[in-house]
């Protein structure tokens, strides 16, 4: 069955510690997955998709299909990091979605 | 800009009622979709439309229906409210091209009383 798990309800860091939010999937076929961030009073919108291999706001996540994981990543927390991050899977037209992890970032 | 609008940001309701969930987005999207978000437990899928007049069962669907009728617009409805169905309710778009990144409204958060 596809799923997508976020083991983590809820991570705290320092500012400028280090910040890995921890994805794993299961689906048969080549996988195709974002990361979506909420902030506080804001709408849900895409931080980041695998296939571009890009950093948006310092975070990266890379796709690594021998442990079926795509964990998001940024080397320095910043206090502006501080929101519900949700990790997402494209199957059938639609998203599988993880459960979320909510990060604060400790002053 | 993808522009998703959704008709109310918050929204109190009774027991029984019947109640009417609207969005609207601007981008000519074929994808449609309604979930509700709660805490602990993520984005769970309503219901779907990939056309006008065409819908499709999410993984919550009972006691929910939905209307596509223009494009441009996808309604849910919540037949006969109960207080389980209190929720965030969070409606987005998408291209009809496959795995473009789905575009999400402000949500409307929902009390039955």
């Known amino acids: 069955a596809q799923r997508v798990t976020q083991p983590e309800k809820l991570l705290s860091v320092f500012k400028g510690a280090p910040v890995e939010l921890k994805c794993n999937y299961s689906?048969?076929?080549?996988?195709?997955l974002f990361w979506y961030v909420q902030y506080s009073r804001q709408r849900l919108q895409l931080l980041l998709r695998?296939?571009?291999?890009?950093s948006i706001k310092g975070f990266t996540a890379d796709l690594n299909k021998g442990e079926t994981s795509f964990h998001l990543k940024k080397p320095f927390a910043q206090e502006e990091d501080s929101a519900m991050y949700y990790c997402?899977?494209?199957?059938?037209?639609?998203?599988?979605w993880g459960a979320g992890t909510k990060l604060i970032i400790k002053p | 800009d993808v522009k998703v609008t959704q008709s109310s940001r918050y929204l109190v309701k009774r027991t029984g009622e019947k109640v009417f969930l609207e969005c609207v987005q601007d981008?000519?999207?074929?994808?449609m979709f309604w979930y509700r978000q709660d805490p602990g437990l993520g984005l769970r899928l309503i219901y779907f439309?990939?056309?006008?007049?065409?819908?499709e069962k999410g993984d919550i669907p009972e006691g929910y229906s939905v209307s596509r009728e223009k494009k441009e617009r996808f309604s849910l409805i919540l037949e006969s409210a109960s207080t389980n169905q209190t929720s965030m309710y969070l409606c987005?778009?998408?291209?009809?091209?496959?795995?473009?990144?789905?575009?999400f409204g402000d949500g409307t958060r929902l009390s039955i009383l």
């Open positions: 987005a778009s998408s291209p009809r091209v496959s795995n473009q990144p789905q575009h």
């Open positions: 981008m000519d999207h074929e994808n």
């Open positions: 439309s990939y056309d006008v007049k065409m819908k």
């Open positions: 689906y048969s076929g080549s996988p195709e």
């Open positions: 695998h296939i571009s291999r890009e």
């Open positions: 997402a899977l494209y199957s059938n037209y639609q998203l599988i």
